[in-house]
């Protein structure tokens, strides 16, 4: 053989090679695929069967109904809601949380005119409670309340303010946030899907608050909001008034768990001089690692 046909043979060879490689890819190749998808499969149907909560009116056959979903600006707006059970009629009989048989959270979509109010519930079923809505635009209703028989719900719906609507941007992510004289700083580095510890320190004219008194059961009541879509986060206190370990501040301690990586909004009710006030933070998450950068588990690496 002389030297043009052993270089020939050669890539005649690489040829046949590479084309067997090629082969043996596109049959190996669906069989990995599926071992590598299957999980993110699982973990998406997971995921939409444990949305959020706060993002549906309706859930478990209980759901919020306003009375009225638009209504003109104005200072003291009267609200009135039902929510209906899954046999139809209005409930009447919840268990109470958190000191109260109903929260109702209520926020501008832009996170402007934050307020978290409790309604009075008459005898037929029907909430009512005064809201600002002094700001027109698109408002979301939060109903957070256990229905006697059944789970804990938060159920959204959405209030028209009629009236000249300039959403604000979300503010960029801030440590501190400030509340007539009261300055909030948080320390948290939460990312996304996993328990994230939050620590809110509250100082006035720079000396820590540590004479805070207990709202709602805690020393602070939390709510985080998701930016995109106001998903309503369940934020928890560690500890309670009176358990002989938790302080009355400075720090008020809390656990959650985001969703997704993102913007939050934060509104952080304390109580002081027998006043409530809201600190409002954005909290900006961290996305979770991508599955094959995350730390082995379980193998013994
Ligand atoms: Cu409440």
Redesign the pocket.
């Known amino acids: 053989m002389n030297a043009p046909q052993k270089i020939a043979g050669f890539v005649l060879g690489l040829v046949v090679v590479f084309a067997a490689a090629v082969g043996l890819g596109a049959a190996v190749g669906p069989d990995r695929g599926n071992v590598a998808v299957e999980p993110k499969d699982t973990s998406a149907r997971a995921a939409s069967a444990d949305l959020p909560d706060g993002l549906t009116s309706t859930k478990n056959g209980y759901t919020l109904e306003l009375a009225e979903t638009r209504v003109d600006a104005g200072p003291q707006v009267p609200l009135r809601f039902r929510i209906i059970g899954p046999n139809g009629v209005a409930v009447t009989n919840y268990v109470e949380s958190?000191e109260?048989q109903l929260?109702l959270i209520v926020v501008r979509r832009d996170m402007v005119g934050y307020q978290?109010v409790?309604p009075t519930l008459d005898a037929s079923g029907t909430w009512s409670v005064p809201l600002d809505l002094s700001r027109a635009g698109d408002y979301r209703v939060f109903a957070d309340f256990t229905p006697a028989g059944g789970q804990a719900l938060t159920l959204g719906a959405d209030l028209d303010v009629a009236g000249r609507y300039d959403p604000r941007p979300l503010p960029a992510a801030a440590t501190t946030a400030t509340v007539d004289g009261y300055t909030v700083r948080i320390n948290a580095h939460p990312r996304a899907n996993e328990e994230s510890e939050l620590t809110l320190s509250i100082t006035r004219n720079g000396k820590p608050v540590s004479d805070l008194q207990p709202y709602?059961g805690a020393y602070g009541h939390l709510v985080a909001l998701r930016a995109s879509d106001l998903a309503y986060l369940h934020v928890h206190p560690m500890g309670e008034p009176g358990d002989g370990t938790t302080p009355a501040g400075p720090d008020i301690g809390f656990h959650t768990t985001f969703p997704s990586g993102g913007g939050y909004r934060l509104f952080l009710e304390f109580k002081h001089d027998d006043v409530v006030r809201t600190a409002e933070f954005t909290v900006s998450v961290d996305d979770a690692q991508p599955v094959d950068q995350a730390p082995a588990t379980g193998h013994g690496h």
């Open positions: 958190h109260k929260h978290h409790h709602l």
